[in-house]
C-alpha cells in the first residue's frame, strides 16, 4: 500500500465519475440492422450554462473512450489521465471554466458502452461476432439522442482527431443546425487503400489467431491476446514517423536511424529481441492487449474503412457540406503519414468549393499521427484562440 | 489600417465574398466583416499572423500560393480577391495576377511603385538600391523578387487583356495629390488598382 496521496494538478479537471446512461429506443443502423437498445457510457467536465449553449462534444479516435480527462482512483497515485487531458480543464484549450464539456464511449466499443462484449438480452449470451457493424453516421445519431437527454439543442463545437474528426463530419452533414462548429483535426475525408491495407492486417491477425474462436472468445474463456497485440503494434508504427522512431530508439551515440541494441550486442538468434523498438512495439501492443476487446477492434477498423460521406452524393463530398451551417477549423501535422496534410487540404477544398467557412493550419510536429493527442504548442495555441472566441462570440467568454 | 487597405475597402460591395491572398493578422478582413458584412476567407502563411486570424475569428487558410498555387480555389468562387502589399514577393506575379481573375469576378491590388521619383533619384545620383517607407528592405534581405512600375503593370494589363476599373496612386498616408495624379509613375508611391477581365 501506498502512503503518498495524489497530486492533481491545477488545471486538472480532477477526480471524475463516469455515467451510464440507457436508451431504449430501438436504433436503426447503416448496416439495415437494429440495436433494440443500448447503453452509453458519458463522461462530462464543466458545467451547462442556463442558456445551454456551451456544451461542446469530443469524439474518440480508434483506441479512445469517454475518460478523455482528470482521473478516476483518488488513492491510486500512478494512474494516468484521460486520453485528451492536455486539451481539457480549467484554463486548458477546451477551458471548462466556459464550456461544458462531453465525452461518450462509443456504441461498440469496449469501455462501458454496448458493444461486442455486452450481453445481447436475446440470447442471455455476448455478442460477439453477432453485433452489427457501426458506420460513423450511426455513432453520431446516438450521439445526437444523447445531446437530447441531456438537454442540449445545439453544440457550440464538436470535435475530433483522427476518427473522431470523421464524427465531425458527419455532425456537420446529418445534423447541420446541431452545431456551430467543427473541429476535425488530423482527420481525412475517407480511408486511402493503404490505410485499408494497414486495417486489414490488423483484422488478420486477430482472425488469425487460434484464441479467436470465430469471434466466440468468450465462450471459450479465452481471449485472442497474441493478435490484437500484433494488430496494434503495425497499427502504432502508423501512428509515428520515421523521424520519431529514429530520435527515440537512437540515443546512442554510435547508432543511427534509431537501431539502438538492447544489450549492446546482436544475439544472432530468431527469437531474441535485438533492437529497442522491437521491445517498445511488443510493450505497446502487450499493454493495449490487455485493456482491448478484440472485436471492438475489428468492429472500428471496418467503421474506418467504410466511412465515406460522398457515398450518398455521386462521389462529391462537397455536395455533401452545402448545407453544413457550422464553421470548420481543419488542421494537420507535418510528420503524419496516416492521414497527411494532403488529405486534410483535400478536406479543405472540398469545403471551399461548398463555400463553408473554413480555417486550415498545419502544424508543424515530428510526432506523426499522435500529435494530434499531444501538447504541441502551437497546437495547443491555436484551439485555445478557436475556442475562446467560440466562447466569446456566443457571449459566455 | 494600412493606407493602401483605407482606399480599396470603398470598392468592396456589401456582403460580397472576399478571399484576401497574404490577409496578415486578418484585421482587414475583421473590418470588412463588420462594416460591410462581408463572407471572408484569407490566406497566410505565417503562423504568427494565422495566430493572430484566429483570435480575431476570422476563416484563415495556412497556404503557400508562391509555392503551392491556388488551384484549390474553384472559378468564380470569390466576388473580390485582394493582394495587397504582395505582388513584388511572388516568384510568378503574372500567374498569380491571372488566378486572382479566375477565383474572383474582380480584383484589388496594390504594390510600390518603383518608379517613384525618389526611388529612382536614389538610384540614379546616390548609386544604391532605393530605401524608403514603401521599400524599407535592405537589397540583401528584402523580400521582393519582382519591382514593378506603373507603367509596367498598365503593359502587364494590356497584354493579358485585364480591364483595370479603378486605378488610383497614393502616398504612405493614403492621401491622393494633384502632382501624383499628374505623373503617376514618378510621383505616386503606392499603386492601388482595381482589376476584371
Redesign the interface.
Known amino acids: 500500500m501506498s502512503n503518498s496521496t495524489k497530486q492533481i494538478p491545477a488545471d486538472s479537471v480532477g477526480i471524475v465519475k463516469p455515467q451510464k446512461l440507457h436508451f431504449d429506443e430501438p436504433l436503426l443502423l447503416r448496416s439495415g440492422r437494429t440495436l433494440a437498445n443500448y447503453d452509453l457510457m458519458v463522461e462530462t467536465y464543466g458545467e451547462l450554462n442556463a442558456a445551454r449553449s456551451n456544451a461542446v462534444l469530443i469524439c474518440h479516435a480508434l483506441s479512445g473512450d469517454h475518460h478523455a480527462a482528470g482521473y478516476h482512483d483518488p488513492d491510486n497515485p500512478k494512474e494516468k489521465p484521460g486520453w485528451w487531458d492536455c486539451c481539457i480543464g480549467p484554463g486548458k484549450p477546451f477551458d471548462t471554466n466556459k464550456f461544458f464539456v462531453v465525452c461518450l464511449n462509443n456504441l461498440g466499443g469496449c469501455a462501458g458502452s454496448t458493444g461486442p462484449s455486452s450481453v445481447n438480452p436475446e440470447t442471455g449470451k455476448r455478442f460477439g461476432p453477432d453485433f452489427p457493424i457501426i458506420a460513423v453516421r450511426d455513432w453520431v445519431k446516438s450521439q445526437a439522442l444523447l445531446a437530447d437527454r441531456l438537454g442540449i439543442q445545439q453544440w457550440a463545437a464538436v470535435i475530433g482527431g483522427s476518427l473522431g474528426g470523421m464524427q465531425v463530419m458527419r455532425w456537420a452533414i446529418s445534423y447541420p443546425d446541431r452545431l456551430r462548429h467543427a473541429l476535425v483535426i488530423a482527420a481525412a475525408p475517407k480511408l486511402s487503400a493503404q490505410n485499408i491495407a494497414f486495417n486489414e492486417v490488423a483484422r488478420q491477425s486477430i482472425m488469425s489467431d487460434p484464441d479467436f474462436h470465430n469471434g466466440r472468445y468468450y465462450d471459450f474463456n479465452t481471449y485472442p491476446r497474441k493478435g490484437v497485440m500484433l494488430a496494434r503494434m503495425v497499427g502504432h508504427i502508423t501512428y509515428l514517423s520515421d523521424a520519431l522512431m529514429r530520435e527515440k530508439f537512437g540515443k546512442d551515440a554510435s547508432s543511427s536511424f534509431g537501431r539502438d541494441l538492447r544489450s549492446g550486442k546482436l544475439s544472432f538468434e530468431f527469437n531474441e529481441t535485438d533492437f529497442q523498438v522491437q521491445s517498445y512495439l511488443q510493450y505497446k501492443g502487450e499493454t493495449f492487449s490487455k485493456n482491448f476487446d478484440a472485436n471492438t477492434y475489428l468492429l472500428i477498423t471496418k467503421t474506418l474503412d467504410y466511412f465515406d460521406p460522398s457515398v450518398d452524393y455521386g462521389g462529391d463530398l462537397s455536395k455533401a457540406f452545402v448545407n453544413s451551417n457550422c464553421k470548420f477549423l481543419v488542421m494537420s501535422f507535418s510528420s503524419d503519414w496516416r492521414f497527411p496534410p494532403e488529405r486534410s487540404r483535400e478536406l479543405v477544398e472540398i469545403l471551399l468549393k461548398a463555400k463553408r467557412d473554413v480555417s486550415y493550419l498545419e502544424i508543424e510536429a515530428d510526432e506523426g499521427h499522435d500529435a494530434f493527442l499531444l501538447p504541441i504548442p502551437r497546437y495547443m495555441s491555436a484551439l485555445r484562440a478557436y475556442m475562446n472566441r467560440i466562447a466569446f462570440d456566443g457571449g459566455f467568454g | 489600417m494600412r493606407a493602401d487597405l483605407v482606399l480599396i475597402q470603398d470598392w468592396i460591395e456589401p456582403g460580397s465574398?472576399v478571399l484576401d491572398l497574404g490577409c496578415g493578422d486578418g484585421s482587414f478582413l475583421a473590418h470588412l466583416k463588420a462594416t460591410k458584412n462581408i463572407?471572408?476567407?484569407g490566406l497566410e502563411i505565417d503562423?504568427h499572423n494565422?495566430?493572430l486570424?484566429?483570435?480575431?475569428?476570422v476563416?484563415?487558410?495556412?497556404?503557400d500560393m508562391d509555392k503551392d498555387g491556388l488551384a484549390?480555389?474553384?472559378s468564380n468562387?470569390f466576388d473580390t480577391v485582394v493582394l495587397a502589399q504582395t505582388l513584388q514577393a511572388l516568384h510568378k506575379p503574372d500567374e498569380i495576377v491571372d488566378e486572382m481573375l479566375r477565383i474572383g469576378r474582380n480584383g484589388i491590388l496594390t504594390f510600390p511603385n518603383f518608379a517613384y521619383w525618389r526611388h529612382r533619384f536614389s538610384l540614379l545620383l546616390g548609386g544604391h538600391m532605393p530605401k524608403s517607407p514603401s521599400l524599407p528592405y535592405e537589397w540583401y534581405d528584402t523580400p521582393n523578387l519582382h519591382h514593378c512600375t506603373i507603367h509596367d503593370f498598365d503593359r502587364l494589363c494590356e497584354r493579358k487583356k485585364i480591364r483595370v476599373l479603378r486605378r488610383t496612386v497614393v502616398d504612405d498616408r493614403h492621401r491622393s495629390s494633384m502632382l501624383m495624379n499628374w505623373r503617376p509613375n514618378f510621383f505616386g508611391i503606392n499603386a492601388i488598382y482595381h482589376i476584371t477581365r
Open positions: 465574398r463572407r471572408d476567407c503562423a494565422i495566430q486570424c484566429l483570435e480575431a475569428g476563416n484563415v487558410i495556412e497556404q484549390n480555389f474553384e468562387s
